[in-house]
């Protein structure tokens, strides 16, 4: 990661923006994404290189060097200054930052996102876990996987 920073001639500080693939994305509409849309801009549709996969309740993102992609959104958080506070809250959702007889489910890093023919670089949450024998959604997009299940 460190080798794809000094690339990209990124600092840590200085990417405000966030790529969601799950309950964080509009089309849930959920409390989370009630969150990220009042302290976010959405940028657009976007993807990034992984697999993902159903844990059953929740997704998990998992980084690979294949040609799979992971669809989700991309946003840019509206007051540079407020960030770390919100990033902050989305990492306690996320369970970044677990309490101490907890497990850390997620690792919050940055990596390429493809939006709009570029790419940019943003934040994701990396499940944390083992996903062996865990289904995979091959499309890469939670929201019609989900529709798909339901038929």
């Known amino acids: 990661m460190v080798a794809f920073l000094y690339l990209y001639g990124v600092s840590q ?20 994404y009630e969150y990220i849309s009042r302290h976010f ?17 929740y997704p998990a993102a998992v980084p690979t060097t294949e040609d799979c992609y992971i669809i989700g959104e991309l946003y840019r958080i509206k007051n540079e200054d407020e960030f770390a506070w919100a990033i902050g809250q989305l990492d306690d959702y996320e369970g970044v930052t677990p309490e101490p007889d907890e ?25 944390n876990g083992d996903v062996s024998g865990k289904p995979v959604i091959a499309s890469g997009d939670l929201i019609e996987y989900i529709y798909g299940k339901r038929g």
Not at 13 to 32: E, H, K, M, N, T
Request: proline residues 2%; charged residues 20%; aromatic residues 20%.
């Open 41 to 57: 801009s959405f940028l657009g549709n976007a993807k990034v290189k992984g697999k993902l996969y159903d844990m059953g309740s």
């Open 103 to 127: 497990v850390q489910l997620y690792r919050r890093e940055l990596t390429e996102v493809w939006i709009d023919n570029h790419t940019t670089i943003a934040w994701i949450y990396w499940y």
């Open 13 to 32: 500080q200085g990417v405000y923006q966030l790529f969601v693939y799950g309950s964080l994305r509009s089309g849930f509409r959920s409390p989370a």
